[in-house]
């Protein structure tokens, strides 16, 4: 099994370090190749996604991935940014399914701004459709409004679709995924107001005949922001469009209150996958060896089970991971008092520890 390893920069090439050594202590026969992306790779190659490293992500088995950004990349031209990387990657390998579960561990409960009996033992999953939606419909652009109330106004205006064999691939994922979970699937549309969501329910419908064992329902999306703080735990699998789902898997990430927790994978058919921490590049903490690598190992975690089908190595590092909580180890971003802080390398010694 080929990786791709793409560090890229700030905290990137720290945390990801962290998981390749999990992954190697593990003892697999995996072959890790590392290529430089984002702002790391303009550096080098006057680039974000030179040729060589897209080519090396195309061979790959799966992708692991760090975070790209940096605001010294700010006045670059917007199709020379780092954050290009990425959206390429998605466009060229067609990761069209992004998978963000929200673990709240008991051992956290205090990170989170809700109450520990809302958000404790949280464990629910986003599946958001990576390539469609009003983030792709053509036509869009900035034009003269002809709207009587503001006729001569510049306007601007976009368009939201999806095609009823787009909606059935997402779909089937996220049923697929509910299967091997608490097997409930909550379709989030906004299929009061927009044709574009009232096709997506009516494809969910009939997908969900396919899979008689899972439990389907809907919400509009407006109630399912208010449920998610409400009463997060009654969800198990999400599974919503490219906008609704931006927001939604970020709400969800923040309710567990640990972004340096939270893992993510995008995936195609194949179930090929490129798998990166939900959060970002955090240039504000980078080289100063106190990030967070747990959503990085997490990633190697969810690879290992969804790209590379070898789900008891996974639970093996969830398990560590667990275990070092329980220990009381504490990178800054999640210390409380009572705990232990501990730096970037001692939280990868110590899942490294735990593995054995
Ligand atoms: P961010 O997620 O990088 O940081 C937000 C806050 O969380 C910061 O205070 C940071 O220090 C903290 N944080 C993030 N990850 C952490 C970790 N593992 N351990 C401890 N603390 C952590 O978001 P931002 O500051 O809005 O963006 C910074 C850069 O990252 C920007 O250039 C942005 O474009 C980029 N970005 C990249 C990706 C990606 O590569 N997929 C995603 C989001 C943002």
């Known amino acids: 099994m080929k990786i791709a390893v793409l560090p890229g920069d700030g905290i990137g090439p720290e945390i990801v370090v962290q998981a390749v050594r999990v992954l190697k202590a593990l003892g697999l026969n995996l072959d890790l190749e590392e290529a430089p992306v984002g702002g790391a790779a303009y550096d080098v190659a006057g680039h974000p996604l030179p040729p060589a490293t897209l080519e090396l992500a195309k061979k790959a088995d799966a992708i692991l991935f760090g975070a790209v950004g940096d605001w010294k990349y700010d006045t670059l031209a917007r199709e020379l940014r780092p954050e290009q990387a990425i959206l390429g990657l998605r466009k060229h390998l067609e990761l069209f399914a992004n998978f963000r579960p929200a673990i709240c561990y008991p051992e956290l409960t205090a990170a989170s701004s809700l109450k520990p009996e809302i958000i404790g033992g949280l464990d629910i999953l986003i599946v958001r459709e990576l390539n469609g939606d009003i983030y792709f419909g053509q036509p869009r652009g900035i034009r003269t409004s002809e709207l009587a109330l503001f006729k001569g106004a510049r306007e601007g205006f976009d ?21 091997k979970r608490g097997k409930k699937v909550c379709s989030v549309d906004k299929a009061n107001v927009l044709e574009t969501s009232q096709l997506w329910r009516e494809v969910m419908i009939r997908v969900a005949k396919d899979y008689p064992d899972v439990e389907l329902s809907h ?88 790209s590379l089908g070898m789900p008891a190595e996974a639970e093996r590092i969830e398990k560590a991971v667990q275990k070092v909580l329980a220990q009381g180890l504490r990178t800054a971003d999640i210390f409380t008092e009572g705990t232990q802080k501990v730096s970037t390398v001692q939280m990868g010694d110590a899942v490294v520890a735990a593995l054995a």
């Open 219 to 306: 919400m509009y999306v407006d109630n399912a922001a208010m449920q998610l703080v409400k009463a997060p735990k009654a969800f198990d699998v999400v599974v919503t469009g490219n906008l609704f789902g931006d927001i939604l898997s970020d709400e969800a990430a923040m309710l567990t209150g640990s972004i340096g927790m939270l893992p993510s994978a995008s995936l195609d058919k194949n179930n090929k996958g490129l798998y990166e921490p939900s959060h970002g590049s955090a240039p504000d903490i980078a080289g100063k060896g106190i990030a967070n690598p747990l959503a990085t190992i997490l990633s190697a975690a969810m690879m290992l089970r969804y």
């Open 159 to 179: 368009t939201m679709h999806y095609s009823e064999p787009e909606v059935e691939r997402i779909g089937r994922v996220a049923f697929e995924a509910a299967r």
